[in-house]
């Protein structure tokens, strides 16, 4: 498929076309910013514009989308394309030296049928030192016939020495409208849905245009009943769905949702843009919810909330943290609990 195709990037793609029609690519791009925002698919579009059969060969040159060498990179079957991503299976997935090592083979003979070989480095923070090290040796001396797109969403995990020697482009969210529009267009949801699926998100498109709308609408259904004030006042209640949502490996989810529903109740509090509002038919509960409410208690819970997020990796106790959450949240609330005394 075509720039054209792609939502959002108009800059980072205007530069890339420029290049391509004043035939200068650098040898080396580190395309970086958020997930699930349209990186790695920008990267395939270029290497699919320098191997296209029938390029558009115009300012702003394009690929036709169709040929046998755009269909060939799109399934990374292409001969002179090349991807390298970490295992996604393992357990802490990484790109192993040996992955940069078979590369450097690869890229020591010519093309074979293109003018270029290309390689995407998908998750290029995930190598380890040794593959850093590798990599950097290739790029300080890289093949006339080379061209490298690194791609990450965590910049700052990158050696300074690789971010050096590659030509950066960042890239930020599409805006939300060109988000709805791409979610109606491709995958003909309502409008309520596209807009749900986008604030959701924060406009990562590529997450929202693969997740299942039914599945998340039941997920924000289940944590809807569990702010619902006959299920803040039972303690018992708190403490047993707590236990079962982190057994079951869901106690991040929930916090996320709970972050969610929180912050549209302090957009309500304070009369924001109710346009930002996720949950925007459960407004008139959020209303009585807003008479007895605490909003500094609310900010300091949305606070620790994202450091129990920022911690999840490091031996969280995570149905410690969703009880402590919920029993935060009602006193925020200003919610009476089941048998005690006012």
């Not at 036709?64 to 269909?71: T, V």
Request: charged share 25%; hydrophobic share 40%.
């Amino acid at each position: 498929m075509p720039f054209t195709e792609i939502t959002g990037h108009e800059q980072s793609i205007s530069l890339l076309q420029a290049s391509l029609a004043n035939k200068r690519l650098a040898h080396a791009y580190l395309f970086h910013g958020d997930a699930h925002i349209g990186k790695r698919m920008t990267a395939v579009r270029l290497a699919q514009v320098l191997n296209c059969d029938r390029p558009v060969l115009t300012e702003s040159p394009d690929s036709c989308g169709q040929c046998r060498s755009c269909l060939q990179v799109a399934a990374q079957t292409h001969p002179d394309y090349f991807v390298i991503e970490p295992d996604a299976e393992a357990a802490t997935p990484q790109i192993k030296i040996e992955q940069i090592r078979e590369l450097e083979q690869q890229f020591v003979y010519r093309p074979l049928i293109g003018e270029q070989k290309i390689c995407l480095i998908d998750d290029a923070d995930r190598m380890t030192i040794g593959a850093a090290n590798a990599l950097l040796k290739t790029l300080e001396e890289p093949p006339g016939h080379s061209l490298f797109i690194l791609v990450t969403s965590r910049l700052h995990a990158l050696p300074i020495t690789i971010r050096s020697r590659c030509q950066a482009l960042r890239f930020t969210s599409p805006a939300r409208t060109q988000v709805e529009a791409a979610l109606i267009l491709k995958r003909e949801l309502p409008p309520d849905d596209a807009r749900f699926l986008a604030l959701l998100t924060d406009s990562r498109i590529g997450e929202a245009l693969t997740m299942n709308v039914a599945e998340v609408r039941a997920r924000q259904q289940e944590c809807l009943t569990l702010v619902k004030p006959e299920s803040l006042t039972s303690s018992t209640t708190i403490l047993s769905a707590s236990e079962t949502l982190a057994k079951s490996d869901r106690g991040a989810e929930t916090l996320s949702w709970l972050t969610r529903w929180i912050r549209d109740l302090v957009i309500v509090l304070v009369d924001g843009d109710r346009d930002q509002i996720l949950h925007l038919d459960q407004v008139p509960h959020l209303k009585r919810f807003a008479g007895r409410a605490d909003i500094d208690l609310l900010l300091t819970l949305l606070n620790d909330i994202e450091k129990h997020a920022q911690q999840a990796t490091r031996h969280l106790n995570v149905q410690m943290a969703i009880e402590t959450t919920f029993l935060r949240l009602r006193e925020a609330l200003g919610i009476v609990p089941v048998g005690a005394t006012t």
